[in-house]
């Protein structure tokens, strides 16, 4: 069975850190790109990151870029998100899935991989004023 499952969400206080990590059983990172997706409560999914494993780059979301980095370990299908400068707006479920960068309306946003769409079950994030 192919899965992803992630781990490490929690409560912690705006400008706090927090790392979530995600792993794979059933198939290897190296042939898929995996993202991070996060939903908020009202509001639509937002793709927060995509590696692209086989060449190794990361993209990011703005509202994201510079606080939070991707990281995996090599030979185990985990990557890991490292959350930082963290702010009540970064309150969400955050997901793990497969994923693509696409260019709309002139900009890159990260989307579901349409061709193989896989989920994690989410891990929620909680960030206090």
């Known amino acids: 069975e192919l899965q992803l499952v992630e781990s490490g969400g929690g409560l912690v206080q705006a400008g706090g850190s927090l790392r979530l990590s995600c792993a794979a059983s059933g198939f290897t990172f190296e042939d898929f790109a995996i993202g991070w997706f996060r939903q908020a409560p009202g509001k639509e999914r937002e793709g927060v990151s995509c590696?692209?494993?086989?060449?190794?780059?990361?993209f990011y979301a703005d509202s994201v870029k510079g606080r939070f980095t991707v990281s995996s370990d090599s030979g185990k299908d985990m990557v890991h998100l490292q959350m930082t400068t963290l702010t009540p707006e970064d309150t969400a479920i955050y997901y793990c899935?497969?994923?693509?960068?696409?260019?709309?309306?002139?900009?890159?946003?990260?989307?579901?991989?349409?061709?193989?769409?896989?989920w994690g079950q989410g891990t929620l994030v909680t960030v206090s004023s």
């Open positions: 899935g497969t994923c693509a960068v696409h260019r709309r309306a002139g900009t890159e946003v990260v989307e579901p991989d349409r061709y193989f769409e896989l």
């Open positions: 590696t692209y494993f086989r060449d190794g780059s990361t």
